[in-house]
């Protein structure tokens, strides 16, 4: 993983160059002053030097933003930044003084490896291998809000610039998957978005593609340049450590050669070599929300200059356990206001109370809801055992040796065994190990370096078992995980939902098997709900359990409906008038044909719970 922590610090030492002002160094070891990101790309000398320091910050230029446009401001000044290749000259504005190590002329690496510029004259309309889109067709859509911008079918029909479009080549994606084609033309508009779409359905790119269009396009040259202190404009937050590296890993991937700038702060990890990550600049932060707090504390990072905030994994970030520090960040820090800033909430389930948390944080916002709100994808096939728990482990192996028997257990193929404890983690990796199957395993009381590593030698299929905790559950995009064991089952179906959907992403199907026992009698119901959803079998002893009702059980899960859960502000309690004229929501759209949006939740609106 190029992005460990002991790779990071051996990236250090080979690229921490001193600053230097000769003329005569290499463009890869000289480093100019500060560039911000909408001179970056452009010829020497093409733009004045820097506007006078002092004025007040400039707002985010929303004049750009109004619904995807023809082109005509990425076509003419930078058709060819790709091709020409950034780590050279190309990218100084020049003039920049103030900011001493800035990252205008850095040898940017290569985050595609040696395939950057394999097949770049593919066209989008060639087949992605191994991607079954097909699979996402007939998905249903519901959109709400004021005046929603209209999908698009393709990426060529999104004005992205031509820098992030051959970025998307290198990444193979040749058409946009259905959460994109909402969410990026609604995000370019300058919308807030709750967005909820299936696991492993494309939400990264749906918020980092506008994060990064918006950063190329807009003027930010009055961004203060504080000595030790950063401003980010963008804040990308993801609950755990391994998300946020992962989406690291994706926005380097999606602005390699665009001059914006992506750096991850996450706890676990030695700070200094994240501040000196920092410091080298930073356009958009991905980060954990302790390692953030810390940060900012430390005054090395302010969120003043936050044009565009991004919570992955947005119901788990304000429910119970994160709320406070995320409230602390967005809210008591100095970051814009709603209204200011651009929000965007992604998952793929989204409680309705938390929906209701989360619209303290968004200004005007669209619901977006790409199948069935949490729900399963279609391509996990479900199925569930009654299993003791004194007969789990021979279960276990008995699932393992069938999988070795039929081929499918090999480098290709990989198990993601998910438990209730740490200790119970620890527990069956070792009798993994002494029964002579190749395991490891993941959770929160291993070093950040053991996590690392249980999730490289995973990857890589010398360890094709990996036993984990909940820690594992949310928005890991691991290749060829073709089979979901829980092994306990969690007590929330959100939690089955996001951990069975390691598997079956991106079109590609999976396995998902549940040991279910007296122990999860809470659970019967939900689960025999979301896989009837699903087109799943449900055993006939789990529609007993199910009809038994057992109280206890957290099934968040409301709405019901075609749409497992949608917009809460079209609920009947929602919709009450708060007095005062004031006109709740009372409309939607789907492709099911729901009516037109005639009322309104507009900035300043008091919601029914203030
Ligand atoms: N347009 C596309 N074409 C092909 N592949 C894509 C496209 N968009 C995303 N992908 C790939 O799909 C996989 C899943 O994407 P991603 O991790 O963003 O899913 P997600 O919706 O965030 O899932 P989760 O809910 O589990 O977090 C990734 O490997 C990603 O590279």
Redesign the pocket.
């Known amino acids: 993983m190029r992005n460990s922590w002991a790779d990071s610090v051996e990236n250090t030492a080979t690229d921490n160059v001193g600053p230097s002002g000769g003329s005569g160094a290499s463009a890869s070891t000289r480093r100019s002053s500060y560039v911000p990101p909408h001179l970056r790309n452009k010829p020497m000398g093409a733009e004045p030097p820097a506007p006078s320091p002092g004025g007040p910050p400039s707002g985010n230029d929303r004049s750009g933003f109004n619904g995807p446009t023809s082109g005509s401001r990425w076509g003419g000044s930078r058709p060819d930044y790709g091709r020409q290749g950034y780590s050279g000259g190309g990218r100084s504005g020049g003039g920049w003084g103030g900011r001493g190590g800035g990252w205008g002329r850095e040898r940017e690496v290569n985050p595609f490896g040696n395939d950057a510029d394999v097949d770049l004259e593919q066209s989008f309309d060639q087949e992605?291998t191994g991607?079954n889109?097909d699979a996402y067709e007939d998905i249903p859509v519901e959109t709400s809000g004021e005046n929603v911008p209209p999908p698009v079918n393709t990426?060529a029909e999104i004005d992205l610039g031509e820098a992030v479009n051959l970025n998307?080549r290198r990444?193979?994606?040749?058409?946009?998957?259905p959460?994109?084609r909402y969410a990026i033309p609604i995000s370019l508009a300058g919308r807030d978005l709750m967005a909820c779409?299936?696991?492993?359905?494309?939400?990264?790119?749906?918020f980092c593609f506008p994060i990064i269009s918006g950063i190329m396009r807009g003027d930010f040259s009055q961004r203060p340049r504080g000595v030790r202190t950063v401003f980010p404009l963008a804040l990308i937050l993801s609950p755990t450590r391994e998300?946020s590296m992962?989406i690291h890993e994706?926005a380097k991937k999606f602005s390699y050669q665009t001059g914006v700038r992506v750096v991850v702060a996450y706890g676990g990890a030695p700070i200094n070599q994240q501040l000196r990550e920092l410091e080298r600049g930073v356009d958009i932060l991905v980060a954990t929300p302790g390692r953030l707090v810390d940060l900012l504390e430390r005054a090395k990072v302010s969120l003043q200059m936050i044009r565009y905030l991004a919570l992955?994994?947005a119901d788990r970030m304000l429910d119970m356990g994160f709320e406070p520090q995320i409230r602390r960040i967005v809210e008591q820090m100095d970051m814009p206001r709603p209204g200011e800033r651009q929000t965007m909430l992604?998952?793929?389930t989204f409680p309705k109370e938390i929906q209701r948390l989360a619209s303290d944080f968004l200004a005007n916002y669209i619901f977006l809801a790409v199948g069935r709100v949490g729900s399963s994808t279609d391509l996990i096939l479900q199925r569930v055992e009654y299993v003791h728990d004194g007969d789990k482990r021979s279960h276990l192996m008995d699932l393992l040796h069938a999988q070795m028997a039929n081929g499918v257990h090999s480098k290709q193929a990989l198990t993601l065994v998910f438990v209730e404890t740490k200790k119970g983690a620890d527990a069956l990796e070792h009798w993994l190990c002494i029964n002579g199957f190749p395991a490891t395993a993941i959770h929160g009381d291993r070093t950040q370096q053991e996590r690392e590593q249980a999730l490289r030698t995973f990857k890589r299929g010398d360890t094709p078992i990996l036993v984990a905790t909940d820690v594992a559950a949310?928005?890991?995009?691991i290749?060829h995980v073709s089979h979901v064991i829980n092994f306990d089952l969690p007590n929330d179906i959100d939690d089955y939902v996001?951990r069975i959907?390691?598997t079956g992403?991106?079109?590609k199907s999976g396995l998902a098997t549940a040991f279910f026992n007296e122990g999860n009698l809470s659970m019967a119901k939900p689960l025999a709900d979301l896989m009837q959803e699903a087109n799943q079998e449900v055993p006939e002893w789990l529609t007993r359990y199910a009809s038994r009702s057992y109280g206890g059980g957290r099934n968040k899960r409301s709405g019901g409906g075609r749409f497992g859960g949608r917009d809460f502000r079209r609920d009947s309690s929602y919709s009450r008038s708060g007095g005062g004229g004031v006109s709740y929501y009372d409309g939607g759209n789907s492709s099911g044909g729901y009516g037109n949006y005639s009322g309104g939740y507009g900035p300043g609106v008091t919601s029914a719970w203030d």
């Open positions: 992605n991607i889109f990426f998307i990444c193979k994606y040749v058409k946009p998957t959460v994109q779409a299936q696991t492993g359905s494309g939400k990264t790119a749906a998300l992962q994706e992955d994994e992604f998952s793929a949310r928005g890991l995009d290749p996001h959907g390691r992403r991106a079109g």
